[in-house]
């Protein structure tokens, strides 16, 4: 079946740091990525959507000169927490999908951010 | 921005009895698909249910789709220990948007 991997698996950073987040599909090509965000004992959060070679959709509310997202190539995109604080602490689950139709969507195992 | 809210937010449970999770939603939508994730990990998908289906079975899984009231059960037939875990429903809207939007979802327990 179709894998999408993430990298970092969970990562720890200093208050202002920069950390980056990529998402890869593994065994085939993602025309569309998709990065959520959960906080604990909550659901996931759409927060934007990225097309190979054009700019991110981000989703009302979600601020996109604090997460930049990047989706270089059909099997890579990149989500990068800029100058991160406490309150950006929480799961990152990617997912990719093939061609138009959700019914082939693919989920990362998500990323734990933690910001010290 | 969310599309669904499920109830009841936390079900407990014992071995071998029924679990019902239902799903409200909004707009009009393509297909909606249930979720299941075991605390801090990944998410496992479960079944997906197309806008034009009323019923679907996969094991002990049993999903109902009801769009005249826009809502949607997750019935676990025989829960064991192992289901322990929050599940999850997500609406491909239609329209064009082709993205997932998740309920709240349950945080279901399952005792011995």
């Known amino acids: 079946g179709a894998v999408v991997s993430q990298h970092p698996s969970w990562v720890i950073c200093k208050s202002g740091t920069s950390v980056k987040i990529e998402c890869r599909s593994l065994?085939?090509?993602?025309?569309?990525m998709f990065w959520y965000r959960q906080f604990p004992k909550q659901s996931l959060m759409l927060m934007a959507t990225?097309?190979?070679?054009?700019?991110?959709?981000?989703e009302q509310g979600v601020e996109k000169d604090k997460f930049l997202i990047n989706h270089a190539s059909l099997t890579l995109s990149t989500l990068t927490v800029t100058s991160a604080h406490p309150e950006d602490s929480s799961f990152y689950i990617c997912?990719?999908?093939?061609?138009?139709?959700?019914?082939?969507?693919?989920f990362g195992p998500g990323t734990r951010l933690t910001v010290l | 921005s969310q599309q669904g809210e499920e109830d009841p937010q936390a079900l407990s449970i014992q071995e071998g009895e029924n679990a019902t999770m239902n799903c409200s939603y909004k707009?009009?939508?393509?297909?909606l698909q249930w979720y299941r994730q075991n605390s801090g990990r990944g998410l496992v998908h479960l079944i997906l249910?197309?806008?034009?289906?009323r019923e679907k079975h996969s094991g002990r899984l049993r999903v109902t789709l009801d769009t005249s009231k826009k809502s949607s059960s997750l019935l676990i037939t025989a829960s064991r220990a192992a289901d322990t875990a929050s599940y999850f429903c997500a609406t491909d809207l239609s329209g064009g948007y082709n993205k997932l939007i998740f309920g709240a979802g349950t945080r279901l327990a399952v005792h011995p």
């Open positions: 990225s097309n190979e070679g054009s700019k991110a959709t981000y």
């Open positions: 249910i197309r806008s034009n289906e």
């Open positions: 707009t009009s939508i393509n297909n």
């Open positions: 997912s990719a999908r093939v061609g138009g139709a959700t019914d082939t969507q693919y």
């Open positions: 065994d085939f090509q993602a025309t569309t």
